[in-house]
């Protein structure tokens, strides 16, 4: 670990990233506002996309996403109702529900991304390819940290 820190730059460089976060998924909200749709369901149903055969319970979902169980098990039941999850019993411990993305889940989330795009564009259209590389590689490196 290197120890000649400059904490002073690494506290501006905190206090950026966080108001950069809060406006930011100020303005997705804003977006997906109108999809009844709000950032948890979006994280959960983006977890899915990339594997959309996967299930899982609702306590390791909560888990691997770092977020809490009652906020997870919420979101879900919305997402239940409205078609975008499916939620079925384990077949091998009744005790136990799966819940899995399903292809109007996949299709809302496409909607959201593309109702999202204007933002992306406003936000981050301004950068160079490099500043944009340069970015994807510093916040990458950032997440390894956080694991």
């Not at 904490?7 to 997906?32: H, T």
């Not at 999850?85 to 989330?109: H, Y």
Request: proline share 3%; glycine share 4%; aromatic share 4%.
């Amino acid at each position: 670990m290197n120890m000649n820190h400059d904490y002073e730059l690494m506290g501006e460089s905190l206090v950026n990233l966080i108001i950069c976060y809060q406006q930011l998924a100020n303005r997705i909200n804003q977006s997906i506002e109108p999809m009844q749709m709000n950032m948890t369901q979006i994280s959960i149903l983006n977890h899915f996309s990339w594997q959309p055969a996967h299930s899982t319970t609702i306590g390791k979902l909560a888990q691997v996403m770092e977020m809490n169980q009652p906020a997870v098990t919420k979101a879900v039941k919305v997402m239940v109702s409205r078609g975008w999850m499916r939620k079925k019993q384990d077949e091998n411990d009744a005790r136990v529900f799966l819940v899995s993305i399903t292809k109007g889940g996949l299709k809302q989330l496409d909607l959201a991304r593309e109702a999202s795009t204007p933002l992306l564009v406003s936000t981050l259209g301004e950068l160079s390819k490099n500043d944009l590389g340069q970015l994807n590689k510093l916040l990458i490196k950032l997440k390894k940290t956080l694991r």
